[in-house]
């Protein structure tokens, strides 16, 4: 195993000892055998690319845990003979940080040029980012750094414009499957496992190589003499959490989509979402916020009664607590997906404040002015209202814009739902508006 903190192209190329953990001893030697990153390290990916030109750019590679960020980047140095050094982003300081850059520049020197892989690169702050850019600038370090969190979020852009960012896939089930082909090929023997008991195992792995070889090691070191059936193995294996960290981009990936099959009118996936939130550890109250917000975002008055439901389900949930209250959420949830969809009063939201940013303080028309006091009488404050209730279909038509604005119109009713209704009212008061200003014009 390399060092923590430096390695040499030979020690990355290395067998690892017999007593190593699986994972270590399938750690691939060629790029070739990296599973489930074809896109990156195939012919025509950007690695493979790079690899067939002989010449790396810095790099950052951005995917889940156990999916072959260390792999590769070992891999691209022994590929395009550059000395690999190691740091970790948890372990290192600024210490370590510039006996790394001192030691690329001597080996410069010589010669002989540097690939810094940079492990969890987004746990370093941002004054530590900055001080990589004059050593990948002056091409002291062909840098490559491995993250779990989005980089657009985790590191400085000064950073992000000098490296190229790569995606590593989360394994799917063929990816997963394969390393455990690999790995009963190294150790020679099949898992103890049914078959469907090993498609539990796989799906368990949630993505992570390196989870799913722990497990199998684990399978093959209690040496039974019968498979598995999935509830033996349930039984026998802790369950893996899934991957979900409430302030990372976890986060908002999942609230993202389910506010996403709720405006799409997908109540199955809308639920699936919730359940992952919520079996994650989300906060239920997080979440009845965020279902408010959908109510009047994307549902408004096509059916007014969406926020009615989310602000009960809230109240459920503060009376009932967890797990009574959860059902709540899924009932609101349940009814948000499945409601008409309306965003006019969103888009109402945001014209309205746009033109009253834009126009100031126009005063209001002085017929709609109260006029308390005599001297507001004598300057025409409330003069030529009307009162609406004594009118003819208790609609007066009168104007209550600013004298120097024209009439805006914000709110457009979709006519789906509710709002079917709306419309019909509105574009009534409207023809009677059409109606009172063109007799106006012509008492003119």
Request: glycine share 8%; hydrophobic share 40%.
């Amino acid at each position: 195993m390399a060092d923590l903190f430096g390695a040499e192209p030979e020690q990355a190329a290395d067998l690892p000892a017999e007593g190593a953990p699986l994972a270590d001893r399938l750690r691939p030697r060629a790029l070739d055998e990296v599973v489930g990153q074809e896109h990156l390290t195939g012919p025509e990916g950007a690695i493979g690319r790079m690899v067939a030109a002989g010449k790396l750019s810095s790099m950052i590679l951005w995917g889940p845990p156990g999916t072959g960020k260390t792999s590769i980047a070992r891999l691209l140095a022994d590929a395009v003979g550059l000395r690999f050094q190691m740091l970790s982003a948890v372990f290192s300081g600024v210490a370590d940080l510039k006996k790394a850059f001192a030691d690329a520049r001597k080996m410069a020197q010589a010669g002989q040029r540097t690939l810094l892989f940079v492990d969890e690169i987004h746990r370093f702050n941002r004054a530590q980012q900055d001080g990589f850019l004059p050593f990948v600038e002056d091409g002291t370090v062909t840098l490559v750094g491995a993250t779990t969190e989005n980089p657009s979020f985790e590191l400085n852009a000064a950073l992000l414009s000098r490296a190229q960012v790569l995606i590593l896939h989360r394994l799917d089930e063929a990816a997963l499957s394969r390393l455990l082909d690999k790995a009963e090929a190294l150790v020679e023997a099949r898992l103890p496992l049914t078959d469907d008991a090993r498609a539990a195992l796989v799906a368990s792995a949630d993505g992570d190589g390196r989870f799913l070889l722990n497990q199998a090691e684990t399978l093959f070191d209690l040496g039974l003499t019968e498979p598995l059936d999935p509830k033996g193995l349930a039984d026998l294996l802790q369950r893996r959490v899934a991957v979900y960290d409430k302030d990372r981009e976890g986060h908002y990936n999942l609230i993202s989509a389910l506010h996403k099959s709720v405006r799409g009118s997908d109540p199955q996936a809308a639920l699936y979402y919730l359940a992952r939130m919520l079996t994650a550890g989300e906060d239920p109250l997080y979440l009845c916020r965020r279902l408010v917000r959908m109510a009047s975002e994307d549902i408004g008055l096509a059916d007014p009664n969406a926020l009615v439901q989310c602000l009960a389900a809230k109240d459920a949930y503060d009376f009932l607590g967890s797990p009574e209250g959860e059902l709540a959420l899924v009932q609101a949830v349940l009814y948000l997906a499945s409601a008409p969809k309306s965003n006019a009063a969103y888009k109402a939201h945001k014209a309205a404040f746009r033109s009253a940013r834009d126009t100031g303080s126009l005063m209001p028309p002085k017929n709609i002015l109260n006029a308390p006091t005599k001297l507001m009488k004598e300057v025409g404050y409330g003069k030529g209202y009307t009162y609406d209730h004594d009118a003819e279909d208790g609609f007066s038509g009168d104007d209550y814009w600013p004298e120097a604005m024209e009439p805006q119109r914000f709110y457009e009713p979709t006519g789906r739902g509710f709002e079917q209704r709306l419309k019909e009212r509105l574009d009534w008061w409207e023809a009677k508006r059409r109606d009172r200003r063109a007799r106006a014009d012509e008492a003119d």
